[in-house]
């Protein structure tokens, strides 16, 4: 089947090559095409696939450029176009080509995705803002809005590189991309109404960890249970400290805490662990994090929405998960309910971000659902 697919893509890659742009379009518009570059055939384990450097709306409004990564199906578009499936990837640091979508050695696609193109559906990928080509500073990590600009303008960015897609998308995240996923889907109504959104899928998406955060401060102890939390802690200061520049997010933070902000911000996850090898997050800070202003602020950053989807949602969920503990999955759920959202829940027993048969069941079932009206050109 590879082999018919690279004799069979030759089409599509010719127009991915003749769609780009020599250079940056005159006025930096939210999902304006900037550039098109074509990988070698066997990139990411496709037969052929695409960067797409971009125009995305950033933390201020501005617009800043990203990058993603785009694949299309073998052959020529059917006549309303491709339908779209957007990845969005897991924590993978705060600096440029830590997102792992668009670099020249990036890991191969996940098998679902392969599938997904083999079956006619586009794949796109963001790296997310600060992740991808471009150095616009520390990447706003769990910022959710720019995570769903991300995603959303990358659509618009790939339908002008690549007239054979559709206006009809959908969104998978895993991890941090499970909350983006969640808030490309609240956002997409009122950010690209001009484009036809089916549905969304989430597999141990973060959620509810702001809720938390009173509970930390310099009392943490230094416990190896507890080092993904510094880790994760350490990326959401950071993240936050460039997002919002009106907060003083140092106000918090101990000279050991600054100095680790100070340094993380233009790594990848490897090299964060690295760096906070032997501290806690209780020496991170040197105030609670639960005063009004702060709670405040950071839930505006980073909170999941829980009313107001109107495209159906699939939860994925491991109740083992310990890098998003199950008590927040309960949470959203919960809340998910509350407010009526069309959602349903497959659960699972495995590590975080694992997919049992029933998980994979569900997630070509649902696809196949969201998917069955024909695609709007």
Request: charged share 15%.
């Amino acid at each position: 089947m590879l082999r018919r697919a690279l004799i069979g893509s030759a089409v599509a890659v010719a127009l991915l090559a003749t769609a780009a742009p020599a250079t940056a379009a005159p006025a930096a518009t939210p999902g304006g095409l900037i550039d098109v570059i074509a990988r070698p055939a066997g990139w990411r384990g496709m037969a052929q696939g695409a960067v797409i450097d971009y125009w995305m709306t950033g933390s201020q409004g501005e617009p800043v450029p990203a990058s993603g990564a785009l694949f299309v199906p073998a052959g020529p578009p059917p006549p309303d176009g491709w339908p779209i499936m957007v990845y969005d990837h897991g924590t993978s640091g705060l600096g440029p080509n830590c997102g792992g979508q668009t670099t020249p050695d990036a890991e191969p696609l996940w098998p679902l995705f392969r599938d997904l193109v083999a079956r006619g559906i586009a794949v796109v990928a963001p790296d997310y803002l600060g992740l991808g080509r471009f150095d616009t500073g520390t990447h706003p990590y769990l910022e959710i809005r720019t995570e769903a600009t991300a995603a959303i303008d990358l659509v618009r960015a790939a339908r002008a590189a690549n007239p054979g897609l559709s206006r009809t998308w959908a969104v998978f995240g895993e991890s941090q991309g499970g909350q983006a996923a969640l808030g490309a889907a609240h956002l997409q109504d009122t950010y690209a109404p001009e484009l036809d959104f089916r549905g969304t899928i989430a597999l141990d998406p973060e959620s509810d960890v702001e809720k938390v955060a009173p509970l930390m401060g310099p009392w943490v102890p230094n416990a190896r249970a507890l080092d993904k939390i510094t880790d994760f802690s350490a990326y959401i200061l950071a993240g936050l400290r460039a997002a919002r520049p009106d907060f003083d997010v140092d106000h918090y933070l101990s000279p050991t805490g600054r100095a680790v902000v100070d340094s993380i911000g233009g790594l990848c996850s490897a090299q964060i662990t690295e760096r906070l090898a032997g501290l806690s997050l209780g020496d991170l800070l040197a105030q609670p994090l639960v005063d009004d202003r702060f709670r405040s602020t950071l839930t505006g950053y980073m909170e999941v929405p829980v009313a107001g989807y109107d495209r159906p949602i699939l939860l994925l969920v491991n109740a083992t998960d310990t890098t998003v503990p199950s008590p927040l999955h309960a949470a959203l759920m919960a809340q998910f309910a509350a407010h009526g959202v069309d959602f349903q829940t497959v659960f699972g027993l495995g590590a975080h971000t694992d997919m049992n048969a029933a998980m994979h069941e569900a997630t070509a079932a649902f696809i196949a659902r969201i998917f069955a009206a024909p695609a709007v050109s």
